[in-house]
């Protein structure tokens, strides 16, 4: 089924959370190991704008649904970190704009020359680039669906756990946007499906890993899917990838975990 581009942007609304009892955390406090992942997802998703700066470089700027999408995505990851930072709060972890700016301070040069790299590949190469776009956003989000699920499990909190399903709710719809996409572009070009499985083989790491240190992005990688049940939804993540038009065969996350030290 197509995705409904227009219905999206009239439905798409903030994940709210102010009828779940936040007032829990006193008495149920998470653990140490959940609030440091919960930290790196909050991260993440505060760091939308700036995935949405690189794009907006690349000929994707161009594409009215694509645009249409990304200015609804923008707002509600925003709103997931919102949520996050909110049950960080109640921990005593207080996350807010400085310390994400000196966040991105700290990674200098990448920062500024990344938006104008894919600038300058996406303007060679030209609409086939849209394709690298989606597949990798794709790869990003089912991922996301995968971790958030993944930590509801985890927890069994009463208030933690149904945040972080209603955020997958959500990511469920940007997974179908960008897969969407993804496949309808690959199954038109030759030269889009080498782009990508080249991006994707050669490039594509876990999301959040290019604004996090090695041992955080291993931290969460490894309290996430480092269990049976864990590598059985990487492997669901993989699969999904592969059935992308000219993407057979790809494992990038189970590489990348394997690379990282994960599940070994």
Known sequence: MAFDIDHYAETSDGVGWADLDFESFAEQPLPEMTLRTLRYMCNVEYHTVCYLRDLLMTPSHK?????????????????????????????????????????????????????????????????????????????????????????????????????????????????AFYATQARNRLEKSKLARKLTRLALAKAWEPVGSSISEPDEVQHVMRHLFDSEDGMAEVRRIDANIAKLPGMEGLTILETALRKGGVAA
């Open 63 to 175: 594409e009215r649904d694509v645009n249409a999408f990304m200015t609804m995505w923008n707002r509600e990851e925003f709103w997931h970190g919102e949520a996050l930072a909110d049950v960080l709060g109640r921990h005593g972890i207080t996350v807010d704009y400085d310390e994400l700016k000196a966040s991105r301070v700290k990674l200098e040069w990448r920062d500024k020359l990344g938006p104008l790299r894919q600038s300058i590949l996406g303007n060679i190469v030209g609409a086939d680039y849209i394709a690298v776009h989606m597949s990798w956003g794709a790869a990003n989000e089912w991922t996301a669906v995968a971790a958030y699920r993944r930590l509801a499990a985890l927890e069994q909190h009463p208030a933690l756990s149904p945040l972080l399903r209603r955020i997958a709710q959500q990511e469920t719809k940007h997974v």
